[in-house]
């Protein structure tokens, strides 16, 4: 089993729709959890961080499950800027390392 | 600005003939580190850094070299470069590593698409 795991889509909706993605990791002892955006062949940017009371910024939603291991991405009234490949991420080990999902595709149409 | 350079952007080479990537960061970043990206492996580590003179392997060390003489720049270095290290790379940085913050956050470089022959 892969440490972070995420569906890896493509998700395609229409504009103005709520979309959600949720990523589960595996080691009960991570304790950072990000979302980053990556653009086709560009780099990765940081989206959001995910703390344990969840964030909001903007139409973004983050949310961490502890019990369940996973966190979750909800992007809401969606826009064609919005297509892009969102990655998980976390940060779990003796050595703090951060551990890379293979990111869940998202195509918003007109 | 608050950047991470990465030259050159794209490079094509021959088998063996040996290359440097070159990575600079200008935000005093402790960390630093080096990803190749393939399609369906996602992000790999291959190096990293954790402060000057203090380099550790990643994931995928095997055919790299890495060298962090000041706190700025962290060249790769594929000293006998083969076709199965055709790949995007991407260097990145961060305030620090381990802390369970915001000053985890990684700022990467533009990527470097390299193709080995």
């Known amino acids: 089993r892969k440490e972070v795991e995420q569906d890896p889509g493509p998700f395609n909706v229409p504009e103005g729709a709520t979309v959600a993605f949720n990523c589960t990791y595996s080691n009960s002892a991570s304790q950072s959890f990000f979302w980053y955006r990556q653009d086709c062949r560009k780099e990765p940017k940081l989206l959001m961080s995910v703390y344990s009371s969840g964030n909001e910024d903007g139409r973004f939603t983050a949310q961490l499950n502890r019990a369940s291991q996973y966190i979750s991405l909800l992007i809401r009234d969606s826009k064609l800027s919005d297509s892009a490949t969102y990655l998980c991420v976390s940060n779990a080990g003796n050595n703090r390392k951060l551990i890379w999902g293979l990111g869940t595709s998202l195509a918003v149409n007109p | 600005e608050a950047q991470v350079t990465q030259n050159p952007r794209y490079l094509i080479t021959v088998t063996g003939k040996k290359l440097t990537v070159t990575c600079s960061q200008n935000m005093n970043h402790e960390y630093m580190s080096w990803y190749r990206q393939d399609p369906g492996l996602g992000l790999r580590q291959i190096y990293y850094s954790m402060n000057v003179e203090v380099t550790d392997k990643g994931d995928v060390p095997e055919g790299y070299k890495v060298s962090r003489k000041e706190k700025r720049n962290f060249p790769l270095i594929l000293e006998s470069p083969s076709p199965n290290q055709t790949s995007l790379y991407f260097c990145?940085?961060?305030?620090?590593?381990?802390?369970?913050?915001?000053?985890?956050?990684?700022?990467f470089g533009s990527g470097t698409q390299l193709s080995v022959l």
């Open positions: 990145a940085s961060s305030l620090i590593q381990g802390a369970g913050n915001t000053r985890e956050k990684l700022f």
